[in-house]
């Protein structure tokens, strides 16, 4: 099995961790990142002869169709707005492809790529990250345990071990990203209905065991496809993000003030966009890289056995010192490299570009995720 990993940033590094060291169906990795010194670094310190480094600027899309070639899967590790049109490479080249995903327009319109992606024999499967991505999956493994499910509720949150001020909070994948998922509308599903909630809004809080107090709030991009998939079986489904207490107001304050604002202004005869400052200005001034833990909560509400029942899911992931990979690493890249082998394996349901809850077997996955000491607690209340 031959894979690609496009992109040599933490999860670039992450997924090509677990195919060189989780997967020993895996023959054959390549790193390809614009920059080849970086990905020479990562392929340096995954340390197996199995990995090749390649320079690739995606934006050359020639370039990217001649080295996607001949790989049985590829996983897209780069920004969002690449992603359209690395599926259509994967297209062009036969290649199985997935990728970490976090925007819903770029996603329906790689599902629209379904017919051509069925005639070329392939899984263009977005969205494979950690939320959206594996709680995709989880929600349908968990759903499964019901005669009939009413409610889905979902929350996600990467912490860093030791926050600091001002907003506990360190950056541990894009902030191009985090800052479009404060941004964009939240799609859940509200009484039966597919509806779209303002992001960083209704407030609430939660525990976890030997946790300070969390919040939870909307974000956008965590349900994906969810709400289409469960439209007319479910009469709740939503998903928040989970942060230390206060994070939420300290933020929305600064989109309040346009912080985030993507229009230009002009300041002393220069134009700049805020976004585009507060971006660089978070990078330079939160931690990164530092100990983590990724927290994951679903909560399923429904019938079984004619009885009323509500069933929780809890996942608590941590930074592995082992093997220096942070929680969201693992959390995020693992789930990718699992779902790129089981393309490039056959054992998808379906060829064409389709949501993965559809297409992925769940409890395959969660076997999967076991091996690599990603657990789920169970317990009903």
Known sequence: ?????????????????????????????????????????????????????KQLDVSDYKKTI?????????????NYWFNLELAKAAIETGTNFCDLGGNNYIVDEQL???????????????????????????????????????EIHIRVGGLPQNPKPPLDYQLVFSVE??????????????????????????????????????????????????????LGKIKQLDYKTIRYAGHCAKFKTMIDIGLCSSE?????????????????????????DEPDYVLIRLEFVGTKNSESKTLRYDIVDKFDDQT??????????????IIAQMAARGDVKMRGATPQEKAIDAEKFVSEMKKRNIRITESYM
Request: charged share 20%; net charge negative.
């Open 324 to 337: 220096n990979l942070s929680a969201m690493m693992r959390t995020t890249a693992f789930p990718a490299s």
């Open 264 to 288: 230009e202004i002009v300041a002393d005869f220069v134009k700049i966009k805020p976004r585009k400052v507060l971006g660089e200005l978070l990078q330079r001034n939160l931690p990164a």
């Open 66 to 78: 001649s080295v996607m070639c001949g790989h049985d899967a590829a996983i897209s590790c780069v």
């Open 112 to 150: 629209a790529l379904n017919d051509e992606a069925k005639s070329a024999g392939i899984n263009i499967i977005p969205d494979c990250g950690l939320a959206p991505g594996m709680v995709s999956i989880l929600a349908i493994h968990g759903a499964a345990c019901f005669d009939e499910i009413e």
């Open 177 to 230: 990203g985090l800052i479009n998922e404060y941004l964009e509308t939240a799609r859940v599903i509200r009484n039966g209905k597919i509806t779209e909630v303002e992001s960083m809004t209704e407030l609430e809080t939660l525990a976890f065991d030997d946790f300070p107090a969390l919040e939870a709030f909307q974000t956008s991009g965590g349900t994906s496809t969810l709400p289409e998939t469960f």
């Open 1 to 53: 099995m031959k894979i690609l990993v496009i992109g040599a940033g933490r999860m670039g590094h992450g997924a090509v961790f677990d195919l060189a060291h989780n997967s020993p169906e895996v023959d054959s990795i390549t790193i390809a990142d614009a920059n080849f010194a970086k990905a020479e670094q990562v392929a340096k310190i995954a340390g197996s002869r199995k990995i090749t480094a």
